[in-house]
């Protein structure tokens, strides 16, 4: 029978109730079927691809312990002006390099400055002087300066808020298994040192940029576009799993569509105060990644008294133990909806391993104070690029963020590259005291205080950001959310 109101009666049944539990059921197994598709496509060639820009610094920290130094005479500071030349370029080119993939899309892009930077990689392994190799180094900044904010762009396009944590360690624990495996194929190529007349580090460059170059091919039907271009992508999603997936982050933060390119659109958004915040987080994180990755053989070598290959060789497994934390600081993250405790306990954990690689007298327990740091750096990426991508909505507004602390990054491993001093071995003492010191600048970030304002967002926004907001950031994000409101509706 028909209710007075036109519903059928049963609708307030007890079955009706059943019906619906089921009906979410079955939602709870499509998005799970939907996420396992995207992450199995897009998460895993995000992370080659990330993999591949950060094996330049796998060869030529490895290539660093080499006959390089004679070879092209990377006497005094040449060698971190060789490093930092290519973030400096990054940095000018991430803006409009991300802009690119909003654009033209990830498919080409990805496609185009992967195989560029591959070519370019098998050019250095025929440079014949420093000179050469820092104009080649100009050349790859330029065509890399798209990768990290790009893919950190697209993938946050495709997740929820809750999800984002977890996919970005997915994306970073490949990275370092990928990076510590090319530090181990240096090793053996190394040993190729004077075969075909040439030496052990121009078959580091050789080998790696090929690779790179047939990636880069294949990448045009391996990565994925944004949702609602979808149907652009080989092979991917069907009719349903599309419209899902677009309902899914459009329900989430409502912000799938992105309005017409405008430079006066994209540039306002430099005028949002937390934009500088989450940058200068970024900027400590890579002066410490970029001091451990780039000179870690030097240290194990110059510091710890290992011989050329052992260096190269023991420089890899504490990035494969870097996975373990990632992963799982990432999961708790994600399932709790917190951010903020997950950087401190990681900080505290960096600020450890570091006073055990600087103070320690014992070689073991130095070299254990570096699994502890890089597990603690590794970890914190993760969460550092969920914790901005959270907070933020609006498509130009994400490719404006995901440019801002990437170029942050990169000035962070300029600062990074010149903190590591050959005369300070073996304690390397003035590394060891700017990475522990940011720690402390790192954790007041998210302190507990300002909660007497929490009244002032919305539920939702709560449950992010309860335990993880900014102390410093917090006054300046409330007054930032009612511009995000704009921003859902044309920005």
Known sequence: MASSDGKDSHDDSPGSDSLSLERIDSDHKADKKLRNKIDWRLCTIAGVLCSLNLLDGSVISSASVTSIFEDLDLSGNRYSVAIFILTVTGVCFQLPATILVRIIGPRKFFTFITFSFGLLTMCTAFVTSWKEMIALRVLLGITTAGIYPGIALLVSTWYTRQEQQLRFAFIQTAEVLVLATGGIVNYGLNHLDGAKGLRGWQWMFLVQGAITCFIGIITYWWIVDFPENSHNSFAFLNDDER??????????????????????????????PKLYGYASMFFLQNLVTTALAYFLPIILQSGMGFSTNKAILLSQPPYYYAAIPALLSSRIGDKFRIRGPVITFNSLCLIAGFGMLGFAPQVAVRYIGVFLATGAYVSNWAALNSYQANNITGQWKRVVTAATVTAFNGLGGVAGSFIVRPAEAPRYITAVWVSIGYMPRSISFFSRKGRGQVNALTKEQISYFNDSVCDCLFAILLVSEQAAEEEREGY
């Open 243 to 272: 419209a899902r997936a677009v309902a899914r982050i459009q329900h989430d933060r409502g912000d799938v569509e992105a309005s017409p390119f405008k430079w006066s659109v994209v540039l306002r958004h430099f005028g949002d």
